[in-house]
């Protein structure tokens, strides 16, 4: 076995090494669900890694390149060593030899047992030694042997604990100190009144999950008292003997007691060793009672607060503010956090701070910085008047979740409220009202401060800005948010993610249910070499899922005689199939907030049966999706009323939509609509236009998807357009009993379910299924285009023949019949474009029709030739650009349709022959 597997060996699989360089990401180890979590050596904005394991070895894999590292290759990246050097470091760090003998290094206090002395009764036994630099060190990078003794502090070179005549030794080393200190407690008159010992091992680390943690222990009691007010004693005997100098020297100037709330013991001895004088409690979630807090500004002149910046320390700060907000509170950087202390750990604390800044001018300049809770203040009033503070109010209304953030679509500034990652745009009125709110316990002179005049207005403009990343989505990934919960989805499933490791989200965009994780409800195989590429399974039978149920009923194109009680052909079955993963991955596109302007395109829902005698039927439930349940998950729609053949010529038809939209669809699109008019729309940013306002432009990559929903067939077939459309037919499974008989009852969704879908009565249960169905959908979407690099197709042979039919029986279809067909003399010979769009106008305007121009006329020839096939448009070799398929010569373009049936391949005709090439107008003709 070489050194390396040694290490991971004794390292249980990497677990400790990945303990000790990322203890955020450990609780992901070995948990009950797959989680994902932001790749610690990347600033992803999203989650992007998770933990996997290959027999007992713990790696770190990558969604980004399907990569797996194991904890020595992630300590060698995360600290910038050569992989050998990483092996030594951590094989010296783990007592790993060269040898075949793998040794396992203490990871706490060396351990022995033994009978106990005669005399030894039970309890625990201390035994102290003088302090060393390195357990000094430890402490405060200011920290001597004078400040730890004047504060209680005793380093240990072992303690022993008997019981039944046993006496269990536990000691020091070099690496692994061992501190204890006295804690008096004292009344208000500064008696003591109770005395605790408490040991202190900082870098005690469990090995197992269910190890009782002996970091801190408490010697006489075994517990945690419910309440230390460490430090206090010292304050108060500090403030005793100035006012005892003071009283025996008039001249004497008292020093002022400076007080420092901190969150621990080595935080302590950092403000001791800078001549302040710290108080800390049992822990940093201790919530600090009035009477705590009365003894503390007793003996203290003044009070500082100086939180941890971890979300524990985060939310420790705002509970106390509010409690006592007269408290200074100081903020250490959040630039902190993305540095390493001693232990490799991310820093987070006082301790860690002073380590980089451990001057006294530097601690000085932090608590210059800071705030109060209260946003009034008296020094330097006139008159001994309070003033309102504008600097607090700023910090107030901060850490309430009060911004001003530029908003992307806009360029103006707006106002928020953000509560952890949720975020909510707020008037400057709501923000006022919440200031007046706080002031309630005021003074009256102190809430005259605040609202009178014009200061507090003015102030609220310029409260702090905020930068907000509201990133759900990458290419190959896409967050839900849900009032519990965040969820990552991309093709390998569905993980929950910690709220620190996920972006922003509007208020508004987060699915208000609370919602967990189930089984597939549908599974899916790809066959990229099949016809049918993608096999869709139904695993969730009957109507548990209502989303689920509905986009099968319309995705069933050959329902009615499934309606009957008659068995499909194959054919007919696998057309459904196909029309549901064509559904499905439509559904998964919308769903994927991420817009790549180069792969976008519009879906186009439209009824697949066609009624004897009726043009356009409805009722399928095609709007249903946009209208109640892309809502009811915090999609933001826009509706544009297609219904009038002049929409596209309205400017101002986007007006409603913002960088919050999410999709835009076109409703009851008219009979003729073409999508591709909406192409530069569909690839690029989309331009809003108000009424007397400045047009905006929307980001292409903030700008919303498009969908198009419409009773009659689509017109556009050929690719140039079709690349930026995705057909979707939807069946007649939900109908409306109509006059002519076809169908004899009305079957409408709401009667179908027996409820209304998707509405505030929706129940709890049913939501779940839904949401874990949408997510699964999305699922679905990023596998199908992993897998294919390409879309599912829809059954579309049956709607192309129809569309393709009616065409023939249309002007164009009777003069192209007659214009290429009658003698075929048009085929297989150069005919100039103009001269033959020429003679087609002719027979509309005989029939009172509008002329068409050139690009209209090529499609309508390419449609009619799918119809009469055996003939090709413009081949390859009389073409002279073949990207676009066209025929010139000196500015003149030419088409040429050549007979298959009579085709025979020739010899390639030299540059120097002479081409004939003929019209109506013999003129016209010329040679190249």
Aim: net charge negative; charged share 30%; aromatic share 12%.
């Amino acid at each position: 076995m070489n050194k390396e597997n040694r290490i991971l060996e004794a390292t249980n699989g990497g677990r400790d090494i990945f303990a000790n360089i990322l203890p955020d990401l450990t609780k992901f180890i070995d948990s009950d669900r797959k989680k994902s979590f932001r790749h610690p050596l990347r600033d992803d904005k999203y989650p992007s890694a998770s933990f996997c394991y290959s027999g007992g070895t713990v790696l770190l894999h990558d969604f980004a390149n399907d990569s797996n590292m194991n904890a020595i290759a992630v300590y060698a990246a995360l600290y910038g060593y050569d992989i050998d050097t990483t092996i030594d470091k951590l094989a010296s760090e783990y007592n790993i030899t060269d040898d075949k003998h793998t040794k396992r290094k203490h990871q706490n206090a060396t351990y022995s047992k033994r009978e106990a002395a005669e005399g030894m009764e039970d309890g625990t036994y201390t035994y102290p030694h003088e302090f060393t630099q390195g357990e000094l060190r430890l402490l405060s990078p200011r920290a001597t042997a004078e400040v730890c003794k004047c504060w209680g502090f005793q380093s240990l070179s072992h303690f022993s604990i008997v019981k039944d005549g046993v006496e269990q030794t536990f000691s020091s080393r070099a690496d692994y100190p061992i501190y204890i200190r006295e804690a008096k407690m004292i009344d208000t008159e500064g008696n003591i009144t109770s005395k605790v010992t408490k040991m202190y091992q900082p870098r005690y680390r469990c090995i197992k999950d269910d190890d009782r943690n002996y970091k801190f222990s408490y010697i006489e009691t075994g517990q945690s008292p419910d309440s230390i007010v460490n430090g206090l004693y010292e304050a108060f005997v500090a403030k005793k003997e100035e006012e005892e100098k003071a009283a025996a020297d008039k001249n004497y100037e008292k020093k002022r007691i400076m007080g420092v709330i901190c969150c621990g013991e080595r935080d302590a001895v950092c403000v001791a060793s800078l001549g302040y004088y710290p108080i800390w409690f049992n822990s940093e979630g201790h919530h600090i009672t009035p009477y705590e807090m009365q003894l503390i500004r007793k003996f203290t002149d003044a009070l500082y607060y100086i939180p941890d910046i971890d979300k524990a320390g985060k939310e420790a700060m705002r509970r106390n503010m509010l409690a006592f907000p007269y408290l200074k509170i100081v903020e250490l950087p959040d630039s902190l956090l993305k540095k390493r202390g001693d232990q490799g750990k991310p820093c987070k604390d006082l301790r860690d701070w002073c380590g980089l800044y451990p001057s006294y001018d530097d601690f000085r300049k932090l608590l210059n910085t800071a705030h109060s809770y209260k946003i009034v203040k008296y020094e330097g009033a006139k008159n001994g008047k309070p003033v309102l503070s504008a600097d607090n109010m700023r910090f107030m209304l901060r850490m309430n979740g009060y911004y001003k953030y530029m908003s992307p679509d806009a360029q103006t500034y707006i106002y928020v409220h953000v509560v952890g990652k949720q975020v909510e745009e707020v008037s400057k009125e709501q923000i006022r009202n919440f200031i007046v709110e706080q002031t309630k316990d005021y003074t009256p002179a102190e809430r005259d401060a605040v609202l009178a005049g014009k200061a507090l207005d003015s102030n609220i403009c310029d409260i702090e800005e905020i930068e907000l990343n509201f990133t759900s989505a990458t290419a190959n990934s896409q967050l839900f948010f849900t009032r519990n919960a965040t969820f990552l989805v991309n093709s390998e499933g569905i993980f929950e993610v910690d709220e620190s490791q996920s972006c922003h989200v509007w208020k508004s965009k987060v699915i208000d249910r609370e919602i967990t994780l189930m089984d597939a409800l549908f599974t899916w195989s790809i066959n990229a070499d099949s016809d049918n590429p993608v096999e869709i399974t139904i695993t969730d039978i009957g109507k548990s899922s209502k989303l689920l149920e509905f986009l099968m009923r319309i995705s069933y194109i050959n329902w009615a005689k499934t309606d009957k009680g008659e068995a499909l052909t194959e054919e007919e079955i696998s057309a459904n199939n196909r029309n549901l993963a064509s559904t499905l991955f439509n559904i998964s596109y919308l769903l994927h907030r991420h817009r790549d302007p180069s792969k976008c395109f519009a879906p186009f829902y439209f009824e697949y049966d066609r009624l004897p005698g009726i043009e356009a039927n409805g009722g399928t439930g095609k709007s249903i999706m946009f209208e109640y349940f892309l809502p009811f998950i915090g999609y933001q729609c826009v509706r544009i009323d297609a219904r009038d053949a002049k929409v596209l010529e309205d400017k101002f038809r986007y007006q409603e939509v913002t960088h919050m939209t999410d999709v835009v669809f076109y409703d009851e699109c008219y009979k003729g609509f073409k999508v591709s008019s909406l192409n530069s729309d569909i690839t690029s940013g989309i331009q809003v236009e108000k009424k007397h306002q400045k047009k905006q432009t929307i980001n292409k990559k903030l700008s919303p998807k498009i969908a198009c929903l419409s009773n009659f067939d689509p017109i556009e077939f050929d690719p140039s357009f079709t690349r930026r459309t995705r057909y979707n037919p939807m069946s007649h499974f939900f109908h409306t009993k109509d006059q002519y008989g076809y169908f004899d009852k009305t079957r409408q969704v709401d009667d179908y379910f027996g409820q209304n879908l998707w509405d505030d009565n929706y129940s709890d249960q049913d939501t779940n299924l839904d949401i874990n169905v949408a997510m699964q959908i999305c699922s679905y979407g990023f596998a199908v285009k992993e897998a294919l690099g390409n879309r599912p197709e829809a059954p579309m042979e049956k709607v192309v023949e129809r569309v393709m039919d009616e065409n023939t029986q249309g002007v164009f279809g009777s003069w192209a019949s007659t214009y290429f067909l009658y003698d075929k003399s048009h085929l297989d010979t150069y005919l100039v474009k103009d001269s033959v769009l020429a003679d087609y106008n002719r027979t509309r305007q005989g029939q009172n029709l509008k002329p068409v121009k050139s690009n209209t006329f090529t499609k309508d020839l390419k449609q009619w030739l799918l119809i009469h096939g055996e003939m090709e448009y413009n081949p390859d070799d009389v073409c002279t650009d073949h990207q676009q398929r066209r025929i010139k010569k000196n500015r003149t373009e030419f088409i040429y349709l050549r007979d298959l049936k009579n085709y025979k391949p020739q010899k390639p005709v030299s540059k120097e022959s002479n081409i004939a090439f003929i019209s109506d107008d013999p003129g016209d003709a010329e040679p190249f």
